[in-house]
RNA sequence: CGGGGCGUAGCGCAGCUUGGCUAGCGCACCUGCCUUGGGAGCAGGGGGUCGGAGGUUCGAAUCCUCUCGCCCCGACCA
C-alpha cells in the first residue's frame, strides 16, 4: 500500500483545507484579493481582518524565510516586541498626540492607558536606551517579523491594506550620520535581494517620509493597477519618486509675448471657461488660489494646466487651508475667479513653470482677465515646484518624458535620525566620554503584500502564477484516476524521489474528474504540474507542465524526478 | 469622516416597485447509480425566516423608522 501517502506524510488535496470557489465572492475587486478567495488562500473575517489559510500561510512563511535570510545576511538580528504598548513611550515621543484615530487605544484593569503597536520605533528605541551605552556597542541592527494594528480609515483590496498585518520591521543605531548611511545602503541593497528573489517587478523610488519624521526616505513599488500609490518613473536617467514628492517639468509653452491688456471675460471664472471663451490653451493661464497658512494669507500661482500639490505647498508654509469665497473678497478685495497676482501686499507663492513666458490671469475686477502678464515685470513671487507632476511632463533630472505608474508599497526605509533617540534618550558615551544620541534608521517590509503584489504581476485568466520561491508548493501531482494501480505507484515514486530532494510536493488525491483537478492546479497555481494519466502510462511516460506557459513534456517515468527538479528549477 | 452601492442557503443571484399560498434558481454539499484528459449525467435529499430591532397591517423579505455590517470612490494613511 501507498505507505508515504496514506500514512499522512505527505500533503494531500483531500486532507488539507483547501476551499477553492468556483465564483468570485462580490465584495472582491483586486485581481489578488479575488484570486487569493477563490483559490483558498484565505478568508476575512471583518473588515480589514483576514485569515490565512494553510496555501496563504506557507506562501507568507516562504517569503518570511526570504526576509529572515536577507536580514541576517547584513548582520541584523531578530528579536520579538511586544504588540501591546503602554501609552507613555509613545507620550514621550509625542506620537501618542500626534497620531489620531488610527491608533488602537485602550486601559488596562488599572485604567493604565495602552495600545496597540502601529510599529514599532517608540519600543525599539527604549531597549536601546536602557541596553546600550557605549559607541562600543554601536553599531545594531534589530529587526522582527511581528504583528501591528492600525485602525485604517478604510481597509482595501483584501490583504493590501488592512487592520491587522505582519510586518519585517528593522531599526539601526549607529553612532553617526555615516554609519545610518551605511545601514541604510545595507538594507536598499537587502531590499532588492529580497524583491527579486520574490520575483516581483518593482522600483526604488523616493518618497515622503511623512509621520516617521526624519529627512530621506524611499519606498519600494511594484507597479500594479491595484496600487494606491502612483509612482513617477524616467526610463532614460532612472529617475523614480512617489508623486507625493516627485517633481517634473511641464510640458513647455511658447512665449506669445502679448501687450499687457485687460480683456473682458463675463461670467467666466474658471480656467476652463476663460480658456474656452478667449480660445487659449489652459496652459497659458495662471491659476491663482488664496490659501490660509498659520502665518496668515498667501496668494499661490499655479499654471492653468497644473493641479496643486498639497503636500509640497504644506513643506513650505506649514498646515493651510484655501480660504474661504468670504475671506477671498475681504483679503483680496475681489471674487474668486478673478483672482490675479499683481498688486498685492502678501507672500506670493509660484510654481517654477512661470518664471518665464507671458499668461493671461485675473483682473482683480469682476468680469475681467488680464492678457500679457508677465513674471518679474507685473508680479514678483517665490519660485517652487508647486503642481502634482503628471502625463505629458518631462523628467526633471534629464527632461525625457516621464511615465507615471500605479504601484503597491511593499517595502520602505526611512532615515530617522534622533527623532527617537533623543526623546527616549537612546544616548551613548563616544570616544570623548561625550554623551550623544543614537542616529537610528527603520525599515519595513510587508510580507502579505509581496504575496499580493505577486499575485496581481503573476495570473491569468486561469488563476495564480506564483513565482518559484514564494509558491506555497514546488510541485502539485495530479493522479487523474486515483484508483489506478500503476498511477498510484508511480505517483508515490516520484512523490519519495522529490521529497527526498527537498521538493514540496500536493499531491490532489481527490476523487474528483480530471477537470475539476486541472482547473483547481490552475487556479491555486503551484508553478510546476506533474499530471499521472492513463494515456501516458502505457507509454511508461509522465507529463511534466509548467503552470506559467502550460508548456506540457512528456518524460519517462523513471527520468521524472530529475525532469521535474530541472524544470522547477529552469521556471521563475 | 463625506458620497454611492449592497445585505435573501457555503458562493453567485431572483423575488421587493404594486404586501397575500409552503421563499425560489444555479453552483456547492449528502446518498445511490453512472461516468473519468479541462469544473459530467440521472434520481433522491439536507440546509435559509430574508443582517438586527421597532413600527404600520388581518397579514411584511416586500412599506416606514432606527441600527449593525460589508464593498466601492474620495479624504486620510507608520
Known amino acids: 500500500m501507498l505507505y508515504f501517502i496514506s500514512g499522512g506524510y505527505c500533503m494531500r488535496f483531500s486532507r488539507m483545507l483547501i476551499p477553492t470557489m468556483r465564483e468570485v465572492p462580490s465584495e472582491a475587486e483586486a485581481v489578488s484579493h479575488k484570486l487569493m478567495l477563490r483559490a483558498g488562500y484565505v478568508r476575512q473575517l471583518a473588515a480589514g481582518l483576514y485569515i490565512f489559510l494553510p496555501l496563504g500561510w506557507r506562501v507568507l512563511n516562504k517569503i518570511n524565510r526570504i526576509l529572515k535570510e536577507e536580514m541576517e545576511s547584513i548582520g541584523a538580528q531578530e528579536i520579538s516586541m ?10 514621550k515621543t509625542g506620537r501618542w498626540y500626534e497620531i489620531k484615530d488610527e491608533m488602537f487605544r485602550l486601559k488596562d484593569r488599572t485604567e493604565r492607558d495602552m495600545c496597540l503597536g502601529m510599529t514599532h520605533e ?9 541596553e546600550i551605552r557605549s559607541y562600543r556597542h554601536l553599531p545594531q541592527i534589530w ?3 511581528q504583528t501591528k494594528l492600525r485602525d485604517e480609515a478604510r481597509p482595501k483590496s483584501g490583504v493590501l491594506r488592512t487592520r491587522e498585518f505582519i ?7 549607529d553612532i553617526d550620520e555615516e554609519g545610518l548611511e551605511k545601514n541604510y545602503k545595507l538594507h536598499a541593497d537587502a531590499y532588492h535581494r529580497i524583491f527579486k528573489r520574490c520575483g516581483l517587478r518593482f522600483y526604488q523610488v523616493e518618497s515622503d517620509p511623512g509621520m516617521m519624521g526624519g529627512a530621506t526616505a524611499h519606498e519600494f513599488m511594484a507597479p500594479s493597477p491595484a496600487g494606491e500609490d502612483e509612482i513617477v518613473l524616467c526610463d532614460k536617467c532612472g529617475y523614480t519618486a512617489n508623486v507625493e514628492v516627485a517633481h517634473s517639468v511641464s510640458p513647455a509653452i ?12 463675463p461670467q467666466k471664472r474658471t480656467v476652463k471657461e476663460v480658456s474656452d471663451f478667449l480660445n487659449i490653451e489652459p496652459a497659458y493661464f495662471i491659476k491663482s488660489l488664496l490659501v490660509m497658512a498659520s502665518e496668515g494669507p498667501v496668494l499661490v500661482l499655479i499654471r492653468g494646466d497644473q493641479e496643486l500639490h498639497e503636500k509640497k505647498l504644506t513643506r513650505i508654509v506649514g498646515p493651510f487651508r484655501t480660504a474661504l469665497k468670504d475671506e477671498v473678497l475681504s483679503i483680496l478685495g475681489v471674487e474668486a475667479g478673478f483672482i490675479g497676482p499683481m498688486g498685492h501686499k502678501m507672500r506670493i507663492l509660484a510654481d517654477s513653470s512661470l518664471k518665464e513666458g507671458t499668461y493671461v490671469t485675473g483682473a482683480n475686477k469682476v468680469d475681467f482677465h488680464i492678457k500679457g502678464a508677465k513674471p518679474d515685470t507685473h508680479f514678483k513671487a517665490e519660485w517652487h515646484d508647486l503642481h502634482i507632476s503628471k502625463a505629458g ?9 516621464i511615465k507615471i505608474e500605479k ?10 535620525g534622533t527623532k527617537y533617540s533623543m526623546p527616549l534618550k537612546a544616548v551613548f558615551l563616544d570616544k570623548e566620554g561625550q554623551e550623544r544620541p543614537m542616529i ?11 504575496a499580493a503584489a505577486a499575485i496581481e504581476q503573476n495570473n491569468d485568466k486561469d488563476g495564480i502564477i506564483w513565482p518559484r520561491n514564494i509558491a506555497p508548493f514546488d510541485v502539485e501531482i495530479i493522479p487523474l484516476s486515483i484508483n489506478d494501480n500503476k498511477t498510484m505507484e508511480v505517483l508515490e515514486m516520484l512523490y519519495k524521489g522529490l521529497t527526498d530532494s527537498g521538493i514540496a510536493v500536493l499531491i490532489d488525491d481527490r476523487d474528483e474528474r480530471p477537470g475539476v483537478k486541472f482547473k483547481d492546479a490552475d487556479l491555486v497555481g503551484i508553478p510546476i504540474q506533474i499530471i499521472l494519466g492513463e494515456k501516458s502510462l502505457k507509454d511508461d511516460q509522465v507529463e511534466i507542465k509548467r503552470r506559467r506557459t502550460k508548456e506540457i513534456r512528456k518524460v519517462f517515468i523513471e527520468n521524472a524526478v530529475k525532469e521535474a527538479i530541472a524544470f522547477s528549477q529552469e521556471t521563475e
Open 440 to 450: 537610528m534608521g527603520s525599515y519595513g517590509i510587508g510580507p502579505a503584500r509581496i
Open 254 to 265: 511658447e512665449d506669445l509675448a502679448w501687450e499687457y491688456e485687460e480683456v473682458h471675460t
Open 82 to 91: 511586544p504588540i501591546l504598548h503602554p501609552a507613555e513611550v509613545w507620550q
Open 122 to 130: 517608540e519600543i525599539m528605541t527604549w531597549l536601546a536606551s536602557k
Open 143 to 145: 529587526y522582527q517579523i
Open 393 to 401: 511632463d518631462h523628467c526633471p533630472e534629464c527632461n525625457t518624458l
Open 407 to 416: 504601484a503597491i508599497e511593499i517595502g520602505n526605509i526611512f532615515k530617522l
Open 167 to 173: 510586518m519585517k520591521d528593522s531599526y539601526s543605531f
